[in-house]
Structure formats: structure tokens, C-alpha cells
């Protein structure tokens, strides 16, 4: 009995145990497709490289065969008698090749293989970038949906005792009717509010689940200290950039190597080969030498794929300008984002204390009968107004800037 009370604890323990930021984002890179799929294509792009680097290698074969062969035949040579077809004949040769020179096609096949890797790497990285700012964002707006559902469960409370409080007076003669039913409007609203806001929290709780691929426990709140905008930067060092860069200088080792597919080929080749001995045919041969590969004519398919090669390159080219463009204008727009989100996260704090002030103030003032609750009701609108103002310029800022750490990312 003992020892399952202590397994209860201990479950129920883990059970609490929140979620910083760090360990979403360690989870989601640990259970990521996207991850995987990138890291796949690297793998792909290393046996490429591997492939061509295969062009340079020596190759060693061994050919065997067998024949039957019915009638056999014998010839004269002089008195001597000499066969010319047997009944059973075998041949084995070994073949040994290496390639000398291939005049650009190794070098350029190797080159484009290594560039297409480092593209892939950084695709990878920027994949990275992105997944981060995405766990970044989905953690932060599932504690903004959170924090929204406890304001608007107080002010639904604070509403339903200004209800009770209202209804007393009316009951008591001390009220017109209408202020019940004034704060009876309110409440509705409080309640219509608060359903928002649990619909909000579960999507974002499915969000977060998605990218992290396990249900979510528990967040923990304690999120690092807001600081100022940093200094203006640029994107010139980021991955996507990069990629595409990798791309283009692999495009252009691509067409280089499809203009000298027509190069000849220069190869030592040396064969050892056993057979049945037959006639004037020694039962065993060496051969050594040099073999030289022209290609005379390919009925054009070096020139065209050279030509499609060039159009890759062309299009590679303005994807790299259009890249630049485009994350010139995302740093542009990512830093004003990000000053406009903490000019509005300082004024925030500025309303909310303004609001907390009026609502005070508001409540007094009823409470000692120098106004309506009309006049309650509306301090303490602004104020609920003001309190979700505040948690969203925080969060919102927070989004900003994990959208401006991958805008800016090496």
C-alpha cells in the first residue's frame, strides 16, 4: 500500500512539472519532420558526392564464361593434328582499369557534388532558424492565451458580484431596475469573453503539440527579462542566403561540367586471362596498356545539356538577387515590427497603471454613493481592457523578437 501511494506521489509530481522554453525547443528538434527531412537530404547529397568521386577510383572485374559447343572440330596443320572447336570451352579474365585523366569531368562532378552539400547544410540550418522561431511563437502564445483566461475569470467574477450587489439594491428600492439588467449585460459579455479565450488556448495548445509531437504539460511562466530592441542588423550572413549562394556556385560547377562531357578519356588497362588452351591459342594472355577515349560525335546531347544547364543558372542567379531583396525588406520590417511592439508594450504599462487608478477611484465613489454603477462598470471594462492590452503588448513583443532572432540569425 505504501509503495503505491509513493508511486502515486511520485507520478503525480512528474505530472506538475513545467515547461521552460528550452526544453520545448530541445523536444521539437529531437521529434521534428522537417529536421529529418532536411538531414535526409544531406545524407543524399553525401553519396552523391561519393558517386562522383567514384569516376576517379579504380575498378578490378573478373568475366567468366562457358560454352558447349556440339560437333567439335579438328583441323591438320601439316601431319599434325590441331583442335579447332572443342565440346567444352571456359574463359575467365581479369580486368583492371584506372583513369588517368577525364580532362574537367572529375574535378567539375566533384565540385558541383560538394557545393550541393553545403547548400543542403544550410538549408538545414535555416530549417533550424525557423523551427526555433516557431516554437518560440507557439510557446508564447499558448502563456498569452493562458494569462488572458485568468483576467477574464476575475473580471467575470468581478462582474457577477457586481450583479449580486445590483440586484440587493434593486430589490431593496435603492437602484432603478435597469442597473440590473445593465450589469446583467455585462456579466454576458465577461462570459462570451471567456469562452473566446478557451478556444484560443486550445489552439494554441494544439499548435505547441504539433511542432513538439508529445501532448503539453504544464508551462513554466517565468520567461527571460524584457530588454530593448537591439541595434539595427543585417541578413547578409543568414542560412537561407547561404543556401541559395551554394546553390547558384553549384549550378555553375554543373554547367562547366556538362561542357566538357565531349573531353576524351585517358585510362591504363591491364587484363590477365585463362582458357581452355585450343590450337594456336595459349591456354593464359597478359595484356597492358594505355586506352584513349575520343568521342567524335553525340548527336548533340552534350550541347543541349549544356544549354539547360545554362538556363538552371539563370534562374539560380535571380533567386539569389530575389533572396537579397527580399530579406532586405524582412529586416526592415522585422525592426520596425520590433520597436513599434516595446513603444507599445511602454505604453501599455502606462494605461493599465492609469487604469487601476479610475477603477479604484470608480469603486469608492459608488461604494459611497457619488455615482452609478454605470459609472463602476465602465472603470472596470477599461481596466479588464487595460490588463489584456498589457499581457498581449508583452507577448506580442516577445513574438517580435523571436521573429527578429531568425531574421538576423547566422
Do not use: C
Not at 539547360?308 to 525588406?329: C, H, K
Amino acid at each position: 500500500m505504501k509503495t503505491m501511494v509513493l508511486f502515486l506521489l511520485l507520478y503525480t509530481a512528474a505530472g506538475a512539472q513545467e515547461l521552460t522554453l528550452d526544453e520545448a525547443l530541445q523536444k521539437a528538434f529531437e521529434h521534428q519532420p522537417a529536421l529529418q527531412r532536411a538531414q535526409g537530404k544531406i545524407l543524399e547529397s553525401q553519396g552523391t558526392l561519393e558517386l562522383a568521386d567514384t569516376l576517379g577510383q579504380p575498378t578490378l572485374g573478373l568475366q567468366t564464361s562457358y560454352t558447349f559447343n556440339d560437333p567439335p572440330l579438328r583441323l591438320l596443320v601439316g601431319t599434325t593434328p590441331v583442335d579447332a572447336v572443342v565440346s567444352n570451352n571456359w574463359a575467365s579474365t581479369l580486368s583492371f582499369r584506372q583513369v588517368i585523366a577525364t580532362f574537367g569531368r572529375l574535378h567539375w562532378a566533384h565540385e558541383e557534388a560538394e557545393l550541393q552539400k553545403k547548400a543542403r547544410e544550410a538549408e538545414l540550418q535555416y530549417t533550424r532558424s525557423r523551427l526555433r522561431e516557431e516554437v518560440k511563437v507557439s510557446f508564447y502564445q499558448l502563456l498569452h492565451s493562458q494569462a488572458l483566461i485568468q483576467v477574464r475569470e476575475d473580471a467575470l467574477k468581478a462582474r457577477q458580484a457586481q450583479l449580486d450587489i445590483a440586484r440587493k439594491l434593486v430589490g431593496h428600492g435603492a437602484a432603478p431596475g435597469y442597473d440590473a439588467r445593465r450589469d446583467q449585460a455585462g456579466v454576458a459579455q465577461a462570459q462570451q469573453d471567456l469562452s473566446d479565450g478557451l478556444r484560443d488556448e486550445t489552439i494554441a495548445r494544439a499548435r505547441l503539440t504539433r511542432l513538439l509531437g508529445e501532448p503539453v504539460a504544464r508551462l513554466h511562466t517565468d520567461l527571460e527579462p524584457l530588454e530593448p530592441p537591439p541595434a539595427k542588423a543585417s541578413g547578409e550572413n543568414r542560412p537561407d542566403l547561404a543556401a541559395v549562394r551554394w546553390a547558384l556556385a553549384a549550378s555553375q560547377a554543373h554547367l562547366e561540367l556538362m561542357q566538357v562531357q565531349d573531353a576524351p578519356t585517358l585510362s591504363f588497362q591491364s587484363d590477365y586471362g585463362r582458357r581452355n588452351a585450343l590450337g594456336l591459342q595459349p591456354g593464359q594472355l597478359w595484356s597492358t596498356g594505355l586506352v584513349l577515349n575520343i568521342p567524335l560525335f553525340d548527336g548533340g546531347v552534350a550541347e543541349a545539356k549544356s544549354q539547360q544547364a545554362q538556363g538552371a543558372l539563370q534562374q539560380l542567379q535571380a533567386d539569389v538577387e530575389q533572396t537579397e531583396r527580399d530579406i532586405a525588406l524582412e529586416v526592415e520590417t522585422g525592426q520596425a515590427n520590433l520597436q513599434s511592439s516595446w513603444r507599445n508594450l511602454d505604453t501599455s504599462r502606462s494605461a493599465l497603471g492609469a487604469a487601476e487608478e479610475a477603477a479604484r477611484i470608480a469603486r469608492l465613489r459608488y461604494q459611497n454613493g457619488f455615482s452609478t454603477n454605470l459609472e463602476l462598470l465602465d472603470a472596470e471594462a477599461a481596466l479588464t481592457q487595460a490588463q489584456q492590452n498589457q499581457l498581449s503588448a508583452r507577448y506580442h513583443y516577445l513574438q517580435a523578437r523571436a521573429h527578429w532572432e531568425r531574421i538576423v540569425s547566422p
